[in-house]
């Protein structure tokens, strides 16, 4: 069983900062690619930020230069730190990762989903 647990969210005002957190826990072998997505009241989920096992990231244009993605891999861990947030930031936010488990089996894994939302 695997599971992933975003933290972090919640209202800030527009310029604030938020931390999210998405911990992976259960019978893990291996987390190669993590993913941050969201999705804003009425639209579709849209791809925040990516980052693999060896760090490499890439953003939407539209967080670009304002989010960072990182990872703890030793926690299994990804974190997304939101600076100069903007209303159009707000959405709930998910984690996804493709995940191998013990019993040497691949799978596609989902978070609940945090709340963030920037007032303006």
């Known amino acids: 069983q695997v599971q992933l647990v975003e933290s972090g969210g919640g209202l800030v005002q527009a310029g604030g900062s938020l931390t999210l957190s998405c911990a992976a826990s259960g019978s893990i072998i291996y987390i190669n690619r993590m993913v941050w997505y969201r999705q804003a009241p009425g639209k579709q989920r849209e791809l925040v930020a990516t980052i693999t096992t060896g760090g490499s990231t890439n953003y939407a244009n539209s967080v670009q230069g304002r989010f960072t993605i990182s990872r703890d891999n030793a926690k299994n861990t990804v974190y997304l730190q939101m600076n100069s947030l903007k209303p159009e930031d707000t959405g709930v936010y998910y984690c996804?990762?493709?995940?191998?488990?013990?019993?040497?089996?691949?799978?596609?894994?989902w978070g609940q989903g945090t709340q963030v939302t920037v007032s303006s």
């Open positions: 996804n990762a493709g995940i191998t488990t013990t019993r040497g089996l691949w799978g596609d894994y």
